[in-house]
């Protein structure tokens, strides 16, 4: 009966649609968190943000960055760059775009707020030169100047002030703004409403300047989105036509969908590694049996946990092929060596006894963690994990939960086990190393997913000197050495690189990427 209840609700919500001929009517398991841009650096949510808002640099889609709201740029100095602004460009609300909105933006993206400051504080001091041409003062030199500017969404600095969302709103402490379910952008899609967990809709903006430079060869003119999270729910409303796309078809329904002559599934690597984290800061875990101090902290049983992992179980059997089990912590195969990507082999046996060698001989107790609507086959994951974790000893409970409710609660850290995914368009190895791997540092935001807290002063010297090294084979050694590091130190324990399948109705081509972003303003239906 729930799941009729599900189906009938994504009827009325699709029917609810304005009628448009070229309507895209998608759906995926998950909900942009947040219409607050900078709030929350998390997949689904960075898709519609960019696709409200544009950035200085911006992608095809082949993921080369090209020239956004910035026509052109030079690097004046080791430590000064300079962007020209297009003109002519404005805002939703029909404002003009320039320099100020720039310098507001990249402000607005640095405050303690905002998950994308560990992007927007290398980039630089932003300081404006005249209406369309912006600097910026970089405290060090930064090799990925560009790809961090490919991360950080203009908004408008009047529209802001007038909305009183000069900030970032607080997501984690449950804050509500204006800019929660509004927003105003130059980009290719305005959006129209946004109902969180139920509906968001975006009408195509006839006035977007990249559709003069052939950036929007699609014919789509609307798109509705949908949350569906059961998994047989989406698959249904994608075979009865009430759906045009599903971003995360369930694997178990590949098989059918690809039996049907109404439907086209289409396969890829994502740029994304999935992998398990530990709190290695409390001396008391907070969801466990054990008293008085954290095994956690011990290397023997972050060892003896990557020992119980089959992995190659859970690609054959939990996710039908569709992923790459990897050693590695980065999103994707990088210049790297045999040496980062080799896992630790399973073998029970060891794992029994590097827990006994750390004192637990009859394992001990925790919770783990995890989404069940962000990655492919989180829950079923975790709770694989689980029963593997609980044969060797570690008794091993899963608490699942949408990412709405998860996230925020991993930000507070209110966790001693658990699961996340790292990705997107960018494949350099530090947009990995400095948010993720490295211990925190509230002056830059680096460090800030690094939820388990733990401190590796080796580690951070490594990540921290690959993020200044302008040469590539000096830069590379020194990735290699800290990926090394965390390796020995098993920090996080990696799982495997997620392929991705998409699953559209037959008159539907759109342009799979490996960022796992669908790109509305390419898509067509015939």
Not at 313 to 321: D, F, L, S, V, Y
Request: glycine share 6%; charged share 25%; hydrophobic share 40%.
């Amino acid at each position: 009966m729930k799941q009729v209840g599900i189906a009938l609700a994504l009827a009325v919500a699709l029917l609810a649609a304005p009628a448009a001929a070229k309507t895209l009517r998608w759906a995926s398991q998950g909900d942009p968190q947040t219409a607050d841009p900078f709030s929350q650096n998390e997949g689904l949510t960075n898709t519609f943000s960019q696709s409200v808002h544009d950035t200085l640099v911006m992608r095809d889609n082949a993921l080369r960055p090209v020239p956004g709201l910035a026509v052109s740029w030079q690097q004046v100095d080791p430590k000064t760059w300079r962007f020209n602004l297009r003109r002519g460009v404005k805002f939703h609300d029909g404002s003009p775009f320039t320099a100020d909105d720039v310098v507001f933006s990249y402000e607005r993206a640095q405050h303690p707020n905002s998950q994308l400051r560990q992007y927007a504080v290398p980039v630089g001091k932003p300081r404006r030169i005249d209406d369309y041409t912006v600097e910026f003062v970089q405290e060090r030199p930064n090799p990925l100047t560009l790809e961090h500017a490919t991360t950080i969404y203009i908004m408008s600095r009047a529209w802001s002030a007038r909305h009183k969302v000069e900030r970032p709103l607080d997501f984690k402490g449950k804050e509500e703004t204006h800019a929660s379910r509004n927003a105003n952008g130059t980009g290719a899609w305005m959006l129209v409403s946004r109902e969180p967990g139920v509906r968001t809709v975006l009408r195509r903006n006839p006035d977007w300047w990249g559709t003069r430079e052939g950036r929007a060869p699609g014919n789509v003119t609307e798109v509705v989105y949908t949350q569906v999270s059961a998994d047989a729910t989406r698959t249904a409303a994608l075979l009865s036509g009430q759906i045009d796309f599903v971003l995360d078809p369930p694997p178990q329904d590949l098989a059918r969908l690809e039996g049907s002559k109404d439907i086209k599934v289409v396969r890829g690597q994502e740029n994304r590694i999935v992998f398990f984290g530990f709190d290695q800061h409390r001396d008391e875990l907070l969801y466990s049996n054990v008293r008085g101090k954290n095994p956690f902290k011990d290397l023997r049983v972050r060892q003896a946990i990557y020992h119980a992992i089959d992995i190659e179980a859970i690609r054959a059997r939990t996710m039908r092929g569709s992923a790459l089990p990897t050693g590695g912590m980065t999103p994707s195969v990088l210049p790297s060596s045999p040496e980062i990507e080799q896992r630790l082999p399973h073998d029970p046996n060891r794992a029994r006894q590097l827990l006994a060698e750390a004192g637990y001989p009859n394992g001990f107790e925790v919770t783990l963690d995890c989404p069940n609507n962000r990655y492919v086959n989180d829950e079923e994951i975790c709770l694989a994990v689980a029963a593997m974790l609980t044969r060797v000893g570690v008794l091993t409970r899963v608490t699942a939960m949408p990412r709405a409710t998860y996230f925020p609660k991993l930000e507070k850290h209110d966790t001693s086990f658990f699961m996340l995914g790292w990705g997107g368009a960018i494949t350099d190895a530090q947009t990995t190393l400095s948010p993720v791997l490295r211990s925190a540092d509230a002056r830059t935001g680096n460090g800030g997913f690094n939820y388990g807290r733990y401190v590796n002063p080796k580690l951070d010297a490594l990540i921290d000197a690959a993020a200044v090294e302008m040469d590539v084979e000096r830069r590379r050694q020194v990735v290699w050495d800290a990926l090394k590091e965390h390796n020995a130190q098993v920090h996080h324990v990696p799982l495997h690189r997620q392929m991705i399948p998409w699953a559209m109705r037959s008159s539907v081509t759109a342009v799979h990427r490996a960022d796992n972003v669908l790109n509305m303003e390419s898509v067509k239906i015939d």
